[in-house]
């Protein structure tokens, strides 16, 4: 008997390249023994609504897509108390989740690996009362991963982010922040970037050490940089990003399970890059193997 298998297609992610072999896609799960339902998305929310609608019905959930539509996938799944394993095919522009997933770029050996491939366990964020599969941030880049218009992105690519982020810079502001880690530790002062992460790659903009994450340990990255007071300051900050040296008193890097951060309430944040209202009181937590991703890694 055919397993059963939810595909969650968004049309419009990157240069819409997935459009073109989606019939190829679905061939490849037919030939590996799924019957496949697929769903195109047409607004945002669309699959988180169908995945907790629906994920039950089925042996597994797919989605095609970016990080923003697998955010939503995993969202679905988790408000409607699901335990359907996961695929994700990138057809985004940036896919930093899927690159710190080590999964293919050619979307069909993406579904192949799918076929070929195991659930493996994987840690999610709660914001509050919202679910992010990377990374939560703040600050300076982090405008330019949901402000960049689509066709920006789908044009340039990661240079986009770059590019907006560089726009930025010059009217670049701090935010106060008091953060406590669970372990007690307080971290208060101006930051101009913060970000709780899962993932070596944010937003195309920073990156961490493969050797630093472990993407199923229950805990999350947390990497806040301080304002710079001076251009020399600005300047070490930008070295220390680029060469990946987090000794500096620009940055500070730690992991914890749960992070409470007071923060003025109106400043967004982006969850897997897409827009988040903040608040003053915000609580991250790690909700530690809460989901299950289709993987042929060994």
């Known amino acids: 008997m055919m397993k059963k298998l939810l595909l969650i297609v968004n049309p419009c992610s990157g240069k819409k390249k997935a459009n073109r072999v989606l019939t190829d896609i ?13 769903y195109m998305t047409a607004a945002r929310g669309d699959a988180t609504e ?6 039950a019905e089925f042996d597994a ?11 939503e996938v995993i969202s679905g799944l988790l408000a409607a108390g699901g335990s359907a394993p996961v695929g994700y095919i990138p057809a985004g522009s940036t896919n930093d989740f899927a690159n710190s997933l080590k999964l293919p770029k050619d979307m069909l050996q993406a579904a192949q690996d799918i076929v070929d491939g195991a659930p493996h366990p994987l840690d999610v964020g709660r914001f509050n009362e919202r679910f992010f599969s990377y990374i939560a941030s703040f600050g300076a880049f982090t405008r330019a991963s949901y402000a960049t218009s689509q066709s920006l992105k ?3 690519g990661h240079f986009a982010y770059l590019l907006s982020g560089v726009k930025e810079v010059a009217a670049i502001r701090s935010k106060r922040l008091r953060v406590t880690l669970d372990d007690g530790t307080v971290y208060e002062d101006d930051y101009i970037f913060g970000g709780v992460s899962n993932s070596t790659s944010v937003a195309g903009v920073l990156t961490l050490k493969e050797d630093m994450v472990d993407m199923s340990d229950g805990l999350f990255e947390v990497l806040l940089i ?3 007071r001076n251009p020399v300051e600005l300047t070490g900050c930008v070295h220390a990003l680029l060469h990946q040296k987090y000794d500096t008193p620009m940055l500070t890097l730690a992991a914890s399970r749960r992070v409470e951060i007071e923060a003025p309430a109106d400043m967004d944040w982006t969850l ?10 915000l609580v991250i ?6 989901v299950h991703v289709i993987t042929n890694l060994k």
Do not use: M, Q, W, Y
């Open 26 to 38: 679905i061939g490849v799960f037919n030939r590996g023994g799924f019957d496949v339902s697929a």
């Open 50 to 55: 169908v995945v907790a609608a629906r994920a």
């Open 61 to 71: 959930v797919v989605c095609v897509g970016g990080d923003g539509t697998f955010n």
């Open 154 to 156: 789908n044009t340039l």
């Open 226 to 228: 301080r304002k710079p």
């Open 272 to 281: 897997d890059g897409e827009k988040a209202d903040g608040a003053s009181h």
């Open 285 to 290: 937590e790690n909700l530690h193997h809460a």
